[in-house]
């Protein structure tokens, strides 16, 4: 106990740096394929009002929450919650919070090296004469060959799993704040340098129709619980990182300020992406709905194709584009990174270097064999699943929704009503008149939606 206390407790420099950080672990891969791919087949506008309540009614009180949680504690995830009750089973949901990122670790930084590993392609001109030879190797194939290669996803995982690695071992400030307030400004310049490229594309008018006409037809419980479980997803929740990050908020930052500010943040980077990516996808006529292919398949026959008459340009947007999937990974994989290794170093009372080799050691050993289960360690599955997706499965249908009832039902029900009060309100200095209700939202609607999900997800996967 002893080496615990001796740790000195570390926190975020600025504002701007805790809302940039903060905002950069909610920030993913997700919100720029999975989110326009969702609005365009729930109903465009349709969805995205569904969206934007379910960000309200959920994504906020649970952000909130995990805010309260970890700043109230200023400890890791584990530890923050035996702080805050006796009794033996909620004292250990902690616990979860610091393995699902980790597990999460593990195969994200799999698809983020798939960025990377396309980023180098493009920088190469190697898309430039993809698919121009009849029977030579096509967009989708040569996709396979990358994903199914036994040194190049390795090598890829591995620059990732380093570059968070040299971010976290420099610390909050020095680290995890700074990049951020590199990483995160650079993100929406490129959004918005794409935005404007694919608002002169033939297919803009066609493309944002797709994203933002209302067709409220199409809005069944299906597409509900789909914007539910978007909302829940992309918001970090249920990860532990905003437990985490909140740790090193200092006393005056407005919890539920934050929380709205990331929200609107997040949001804006998912429909920013559907502006970039629909012009285009009409401008050369193919299938919105692809998900993964759609960034490693079509996006890059889409580009080069749209911007035939000047080469140039859609090699410097295709460029920018697999450069925003870059940037959107890493502070993702950034803020993951943190959680395991916040709890290690305080928990084991070691140097935040050491704790940071150990995450990273298992991430890169793990990775790996996931980087390889869909080419030499193919043969290796688990319940008809190969590594990646078994750790995708396992982290995304039960740890994280399992993780997300838990905590709400904690805060809504066992955590100590004053400790709330206090959280929310800077002990009295500010005035929050939606305490109740975010009790009576964390207590009843926000289990109740994340169990659905939970079960959707089980049904359909």
């Not at 035996?82 to 698809?111: D, E, Q, S």
């Not at 990049?179 to 694919?198: A, D």
């Not at 006393?251 to 929200?263: N, Q, T």
Request: hydrophobic fraction near 55%.
């Amino acid at each position: 106990m002893s080496a615990k206390k001796s740790l000195v407790r570390a926190s975020f420099g600025s504002k701007i740096g805790l809302l940039l950080a903060t905002a950069g672990s909610a920030v993913g891969i997700g919100n720029i394929w999975r989110f326009p791919t969702t609005a365009g087949e729930g109903g465009g506008g349709a969805f995205i009002l569904v969206y934007l309540l379910s960000v309200v009614l959920l994504g906020i009180p649970m952000m909130v929450a995990e805010f309260a949680v970890g700043r109230h504690s200023g400890t890791n995830t584990a530890e923050a919650f035996r702080k805050l009750t006796n009794h033996a089973f909620w004292r250990n949901i902690g616990l979860l919070g610091v393995l699902t990122p980790w597990f999460i670790m593990c195969y994200y930084v799999v698809v983020s090296g798939w960025t990377l590993g396309y980023l180098f392609d493009t920088l190469a001109g190697t898309f430039q004469t993809l698919g121009r030879e009849p029977g030579g190797e096509t967009f989708g194939s040569h996709f396979v060959a990358f994903i199914s290669s036994p040194w190049k996803p390795v090598v890829c995982m591995a620059a990732f799993v380093l570059a968070s690695h040299f971010v976290i071992t420099r610390g909050v400030q020095r680290g995890i704040e700074r990049f951020s307030k590199l990483l995160m400004p650079l993100l929406f310049i490129i959004m918005l340098l794409l935005s404007v490229c694919s608002l002169f594309t033939d297919g803009a008018a066609a493309g944002l129709g797709f994203l933002f006409k209302s067709d409220f037809s199409r809005l069944s419980p299906a597409v509900c619980l789909s914007a539910l479980g978007q909302a829940f997803y992309s918001m970090s929740i249920g990860m532990g990182v905003l437990c985490t990050y909140a740790s090193y908020f200092d006393r005056k930052a407005d919890l539920a300020g934050i929380a709205f500010r990331v929200s609107i943040i997040d949001t804006l980077v998912a429909i920013l992406a559907g502006v970039v990516i629909f012009p285009a996808v009409f401008s050369a006529g193919i299938q919105p709905d692809s998900g993964a292919s759609l960034v490693f398949v079509a996006l890059p026959d889409v580009f080069r194709d749209v911007f035939a008459g000047i080469p140039a340009l859609g090699w410097i947007v295709s460029v920018m584009f697999y450069a925003l999937l870059v940037l959107a990974t890493l502070t993702s994989v950034i803020s993951i990174h943190e959680v395991p290794t916040a709890w290690l170093s305080e928990e084991l009372g070691i140097s935040r270097r050491r704790a940071t080799s150990i995450v990273s050691g298992v991430c890169l050993v793990v990775g790996a064999a996931c980087a390889l289960s869909m080419g030499p360690l193919s043969w290796l599955t688990i319940g008809g699943k190969n590594l990646f997706d078994g750790f995708d499965w396992v982290a995304s249908q039960v740890l994280l929704p399992l993780s997300g009832i838990l905590v709400s039902s904690f805060v809504g029900w066992v955590m100590d009503r004053r400790i709330l009060r206090e959280e929310l309100t800077n002990n009295g200095t500010l005035n929050y008149a939606g305490r109740r209700w975010l009790v009576w939202m964390l207590r009843y609607f926000v289990p109740i939606a994340i169990a659905a999900v939970f079960v959707s997800g089980l049904l359909n996967g």
